[in-house]
């Protein structure tokens, strides 16, 4: 039968540790048979929300259910149909893997038929076969995760969370771990991801909710996040620090949005005819220079300095400015500049990514306070 409304619904979740406010009215919906992913800089607050979804912590208010059951009046209910893997494996390395998946079979008072049944299927889901009666204590870091991953879903929980699952470990176990988590996905599995990796919540969240200050300030998935920051941008280094200045004066003067005030602009060259392109409210100026116009920023938008307007960095003498990435555009800019007498000497496409959503949207986290 299929699930009515979201697997996870949160609303107004406040949490606070003595005068230190860790979640102020969080909103969350997680919709059933897909993953979730929850971003926010270190003391946001993500693990204190896991906990208290998975009934290990109270709410100071709010209320919240996980598939259909309230947290608050039915915590037992709860229980029953989740899992939760922490950032540390909680498997007892004394024991062998299968045995780990016994004793979690036995806690859950499966029938010993269904037991075998459901630990053979997890061995050989999550590759364990070639170690699985090895003591744990000789298991890489990998091994152990993967391990983890399959005790917690011994009892075939809903909802399954899943803090910082891959924390610590190196890229090819990483990759291990996202392999499993993307066979979750496939199986229909609801999965609320707590990570530090956004290349990890590109490649398995279809949603993704950014957490900061105890709110979550952005929503979307990872394409939409990534939209806000605008077009592709061109990344131009100059090759000294004259050059460099008078391309971000002229360069802001050309970008009608830019956020910060603009330096006058350079006057043009004598080899060009054209004075420079003066900024205009449509963002033809910018256009005609092989710009991407910068978006006016909306309700929601990303806008921190520099998100879809000019960005400069004078240790690299780098400028990235907004394009749309076509060869015409491309040309336009370098040859605006050329004819300026401003000589480029790199030029790079990049497309935004989380890390720059992620930064732009936390961008006064690291002078705030660290919660919990």
């Given at each position: 039968?299929?699930?009515?409304?979201?697997?996870?619904?949160?609303?107004?979740?406040?949490?606070?540790?003595?005068?230190?406010?860790?979640?102020?009215?969080?909103?969350?919906?997680?919709?059933?048979?897909?993953?979730?992913?929850?971003?926010?800089?270190?003391?946001?607050?993500?693990?204190?929300?896991?906990?208290?979804?998975?009934?290990?912590?109270?709410?100071?208010?709010?209320?919240?259910?996980?598939?259909?059951?309230?947290?608050?009046?039915?915590?037992?209910?709860?229980?029953?149909?989740i899992s939760l893997t922490g950032q540390h494996a909680?498997?007892?390395?004394?024991?062998?893997?299968?045995?780990?998946?016994?004793?979690?079979?036995?806690?859950?008072?499966?029938?010993?038929?269904?037991?075998?049944?459901?630990?053979?299927?997890?061995?050989?889901?999550?590759?364990?076969?070639?170690?699985?009666?090895?003591?744990?204590?000789?298991?890489?870091?990998?091994?152990?995760?993967?391990?983890?991953?399959?005790?917690?879903?011994?009892?075939?929980?809903?909802?399954?969370?899943?803090?910082?699952?891959?924390?610590?470990?190196?890229?090819?176990?990483?990759?291990?771990?996202?392999?499993?988590?993307?066979?979750?996905?496939?199986?229909?599995?609801?999965?609320?991801?707590?990570?530090?990796?956004?290349?990890?919540?590109?490649?398995?969240?279809?949603?993704?909710?950014?957490?900061?200050?105890?709110?979550?300030?952005?929503?979307?998935?990872?394409?939409?996040?990534?939209?806000?920051?605008?077009?592709?941008?061109?990344?131009?280094?100059?090759?000294?620090?004259?050059?460099?200045?008078?391309?971000?004066?002229?360069?802001?003067?050309?970008?009608?949005?830019?956020?910060?005030?603009?330096?006058?602009?350079?006057?043009?060259?004598?080899?060009?005819?054209?004075?420079?392109?003066?900024?205009?409210?449509?963002?033809?100026?910018?256009?005609?220079?092989?710009?991407?116009?910068?978006?006016?920023?909306?309700?929601?938008?990303?806008?921190?300095?520099?998100?879809?307007?000019?960005?400069?960095?004078?240790?690299?003498?780098?400028?990235?400015?907004?394009?749309?990435?076509?060869?015409?555009?491309?040309?336009?800019?370098?040859?605006?500049?050329?004819?300026?007498?401003?000589?480029?000497?790199?030029?790079?496409?990049?497309?935004?990514?989380?890390?720059?959503?992620?930064?732009?949207?936390?961008?006064?986290?690291?002078?705030?306070?660290?919660?919990?």
């Amino acid at each position: 039968m299929e699930a009515v409304g979201p697997a996870i619904r949160v609303r107004g979740l406040r949490k606070a540790f003595g005068d230190v406010t860790v979640l102020d009215g969080v909103d969350l919906d997680v919709a059933a048979g897909h993953v979730h992913a929850l971003l926010g800089p270190n003391g946001a607050g993500k693990t204190t929300l896991v906990r208290i979804l998975a009934t290990l912590l109270r709410a100071d208010a709010g209320e919240a259910t996980v598939a259909g059951h309230d947290l608050a009046r039915a915590p037992g209910r709860v229980r029953e149909v989740i899992s939760l893997t922490g950032q540390h494996a909680a498997v007892d390395e004394l024991l062998t893997g299968e045995e780990n998946l016994w004793l979690a079979a036995r806690l859950f008072r499966l029938p010993r038929a269904v037991a075998r049944r459901r630990v053979a299927q997890l061995v050989e889901s999550f590759d364990l076969a070639g170690f699985s009666r090895r003591l744990v204590k000789t298991y890489s870091g990998g091994q152990r995760r993967r391990l983890d991953l399959a005790v917690g879903l011994v009892s075939d929980p809903e909802v399954i969370f899943l803090d910082e699952p891959t924390t610590g470990l190196d890229p090819r176990s990483r990759q291990g771990v996202w392999d499993v988590i993307a066979r979750l996905a496939d199986g229909g599995a609801t999965v609320l991801l707590t990570t530090q990796y956004l290349e990890e919540a590109d490649q398995l969240a279809d949603l993704v909710s950014v957490l900061d200050g105890g709110r979550i300030v952005a929503e979307g998935t990872p394409a939409a996040l990534k939209a806000r920051l605008g077009a592709e941008r061109a990344e131009l280094t100059f090759p000294d620090d004259a050059t460099y200045a008078r391309a971000v004066a002229t360069l802001r003067a050309a970008v009608p949005t830019q956020p910060t005030p603009a330096p006058p602009a350079i006057p043009p060259s004598p080899a060009t005819a054209a004075s420079p392109p003066a900024p205009d409210a449509d963002g033809t100026a910018a256009t005609e220079a092989g710009l991407a116009p910068a978006a006016s920023p909306g309700a929601g938008d990303v806008t921190a300095a520099g998100a879809g307007g000019v960005d400069a960095d004078p240790v690299a003498r780098r400028v990235g400015v907004p394009t749309d990435g076509t060869a015409a555009a491309l040309r336009r800019l370098l040859d605006d500049l050329d004819g300026r007498g401003i000589e480029v000497a790199r030029v790079e496409l990049r497309v935004p990514t989380l890390d720059d959503v992620f930064l732009a949207l936390t961008a006064g986290s690291a002078s705030r306070k660290e919660s919990r």
